[in-house]
């Protein structure tokens, strides 16, 4: 957080109560077109849900990224949370991969398979970033 403030952002009700936050991050590589804009948290308590402030954070966030040079927003979520799936998918991302056992379980539960899903911004004009890889990998193999 101290290294990317502009990356947590909070909302908040007149009253002072918490509506929600989303945290995120830079990283990649410019010279490997892979410099982009990370999700790596988004809630939105109970009382404060359908109203569009997740997708005014998410726009918030990819506001950030553009202004820093991303090519891609990106974020990673459980295969089984067809909510949020459907909601990013309206947002305009895509699933560029399946990450395996990405989330791990507990209470001998099996771990989770991931999706990560991609959002391309204004720099990858070619929108490179979103060509979904054709096989799943796991998450040593992610960069």
């Known amino acids: 957080m ?4 502009e990356y947590f952002i909070v909302a908040e009700a007149p009253g002072g109560e918490l509506m929600g936050y989303i945290m995120g991050k830079a990283e990649g590589s410019v010279a490997r077109e892979e410099w982009h804009g990370h999700v790596t948290a988004l809630s939105v308590a109970p009382e404060f849900r359908r ?3 997740a997708a005014k954070l998410m726009e918030m966030l990819e506001e950030i990224s553009e202004r820093k040079g991303g090519f891609f ?3 990673f979520v459980r295969v089984s949370n067809q909510v949020a799936v459907n909601m990013y998918k309206r947002l305009g991302y895509s699933v560029y991969r399946t990450v395996i056992e990405y989330y791990s379980a507990s209470n001998g539960e099996p771990d989770e398979d991931a999706y990560d899903m991609r959002k391309a911004l204004s720099r990858d004009t070619e929108k ?9 990998v796991r998450p040593e193999d992610i960069e």
């Open 51 to 53: 109203l569009g402030l």
């Open 128 to 136: 490179k970033s979103i060509v979904p890889l054709p096989h799943p």
């Open 73 to 75: 927003v990106d974020l």
């Open 2 to 5: 101290a290294h990317w403030p």
